[in-house]
């Protein structure tokens, strides 16, 4: 086997080769070497025009949110369906100036009079879309998580710095008061040093169903804009729309879905500003037997030499509360828990915290915030041009995107086990330990039958922070994925 600077060298070469092959079939737009369209001039008191790409989930509240700014104008809604922009067009009969509809991205790009645009689309779409916009001259909003692999968002990152744009990934949470305010106290020592954290996604997922037939093509709906940089190949399942969630070619499952919102404040809270030296991954597609093939039943464990993080994912019901002994009452929904040596923090939606000694008394209490805060912190930044001004820039989205890739790295390169096998090495991490204590006694709970759905023990990956690439070339290949032609992933070369 060939030292691990062989393959780490290898793999950059190779991203390399890739990109400058897609430059010289014109697939992708632009390289560093070539002018990148300027940014509109925006006077002080003029509003910014602003574009909404993806609007059959998500982007539907993007629309509200934007319509809400009075320092914005909705300048047009992209969507390779048209049905999708039809869902809404009774909330524009009052604008003066409706947004135009434009099925084609790339048609939409072209527009030199729109400033920024809001990305809602599935996830495979999301870095490519986000750096053509870059290079169109337009600011971003891309929703969570920034990327589909780990690559993207440090591509997405290089560009943003190359262009100078503004580029802030959607986790509404970091602009909330209350979670602001939470997290201030988390960093204010009140609670000791805080060296662990959890990302909790106890969300229920139904199963998509079992059909041997492709998905159903909505009237008028681009696919091959629809696949983008993905294979060109209708999937198999009931239907096209939202499912693409559960499916490795588009969608990263809940933890690529919900828990990068968990995984970047447990992140924040820890104050790791780079990725983990070790990730390990259990679970699988539990319970079900459908058309998905994603995890819906996944434990996750980061490592830095300091600190520990662990992603707990749930899609099956919750029947018994998860309370893991604490004081805040039982677990359900999407939260996060900071441990100091002192005491520990709860965040137990978006808006709110409180924080407990570890007899139970109560420290403090915070709550506050809406969604349009964020969106309005994105404009703030478009106004200075100074990505600092950013709650979650590019960066920061890059890095808790990648940790949910991570996990989902690690468990694609893992072996069929015995439930209950654990990983090696966190024998005195009680905190991993309680984690999987109660994750096989919820699989148990919910009857699962691993003759059916495999229980999947991960490849321990150790990755260096610096090239953010692992020691494992296997699991590099997942790092990145393979682009069709003329949907290429532009590099900073």
């Not at 953010?468 to 790092?479: C, I, Q, T, V």
Request: glycine content about 10%; hydrophobic content about 35%; some cysteine.
């Amino acid at each position: 086997m060939l030292p691990n600077a062989i393959h780490r060298r290898e793999f950059i070469d190779q991203i390399v080769s890739t990109a400058v092959a897609a430059l010289a079939l014109g697939g992708s737009r632009l390289s560093a070497a070539q002018e990148a369209a300027p940014a509109r001039s925006v006077g002080p008191n003029e509003k910014l025009r602003v574009a909404v790409i993806g609007c059959n989930g998500q982007g539907g509240a993007h629309i509200g949110e934007w319509l809400r700014n009075p320092d914005v104008e909705l300048a047009a809604v992209c969507d390779c369906d048209p049905a999708a922009f039809q869902k809404h067009v009774g909330r524009f009969k009052d604008l003066k100036t409706p947004p135009r509809y434009v099925q084609d991205v790339r048609k939409l790009l072209e527009d030199k009079s729109i400033d920024a645009v809001s990305i809602a689309t599935p996830n495979h779409w999301h870095a490519l879309m986000a750096i053509w916009a870059m290079q169109a001259g337009k600011d971003v909003y891309v929703e969570k998580p920034c990327s589909h692999n780990v690559h993207e968002g440090r591509a997405m990152t290089q560009w943003a710095r190359k262009l100078g744009r503004m580029c802030q990934m959607g986790v509404q949470s970091r602009s909330m008061t209350g979670m602001r305010q939470t997290l201030e106290f988390v960093h204010s020592g009140k609670i000791g040093k805080v060296a662990h954290a959890r990302a909790i996604c106890y969300r229920r997922r139904d199963s998509i169903g079992l059909v041997e037939t492709p998905a159903p093509i909505p009237e008028g709906l681009d696919f091959d804009l629809w696949c983008g940089p993905a294979p060109n190949v209708v999937p198999v399942r009931k239907r096209l729309h939202y499912d693409w969630h559960w499916v490795f070619a588009t969608g990263n499952g809940d933890l690529g879905n919900q828990n990068p919102h968990e995984l970047d404040k447990a992140r924040w809270g820890l104050g790791k500003n780079e990725l983990p030296k070790k990730v390990i991954s259990v679970g699988g597609r539990l319970g079900y037997i459908d058309n998905g093939d994603v995890a819906n039943s996944q434990v996750t464990v980061y490592q830095w030499d300091d600190a520990s993080l662990i992603s707990d994912v749930r899609g099956l019901p919750i029947k018994t509360p998860v309370t893991f002994g604490l004081h805040s009452g039982g677990f359900n929904g999407a939260a996060n828990i900071w441990f100091g040596t002192e005491g520990y923090a709860v965040g137990p939606n978006y808006t709110s915290g409180i924080a407990f000694d570890y007899d139970g008394k109560e420290l403090g209490k915070w709550s506050g915030g809406e969604y349009q805060a964020h969106f309005a912190n994105f404009v703030k930044a478009i106004r200075s041009r100074n990505h600092k001004d950013l709650h979650l820039d590019i960066e920061d989205g890059h890095l808790s995107s990648a940790l949910a890739h991570l996990g989902n790295v690690s468990l694609r390169t893992g072996s069929v086990v015995s439930a209950g096998t654990r990983p090696n090495g966190f024998g005195d991490n009680k905190h991993v330990t309680q984690t999987l204590d109660s994750f096989e006694a919820h699989l148990a709970e919910n009857n699962v039958d691993y003759a059916a759905t495999k229980y999947i023990l991960g490849r321990e990956l150790t990755i260096d922070p610096q090239t953010e690439l692992s020691s494992d070339p296997e699991a590099n290949r997942l790092f990145t994925r393979e682009y069709r032609k003329g949907f290429e992933l532009p590099e900073v070369i």
